[in-house]
């Protein structure tokens, strides 16, 4: 979010499903990112 602005409380229970998403599946979101495009840590 832009400084200054807070997330809005909907979008908390979305970031939980997103958790609980990624531990049902064994791996983390940086795990996801390799698939998703370029290796942008190098």
């Known amino acids: ?3 200054g ?5 909907e979008m ?3 970031f ?3 958790a609980d998403s990624f531990a049902d599946a064994d791996m983390g ?3 996801m990112g390799a698939e ?7």
């Open 1 to 3: 979010m832009p400084e």
């Open 12 to 14: 908390g229970p979305m």
């Open 16 to 18: 939980d499903g997103m």
């Open 36 to 42: 998703m495009g370029p290796d942008y840590a190098s």
């Open 5 to 9: 602005m807070d997330m809005p409380p």
């Open 29 to 31: 979101p940086h795990d």
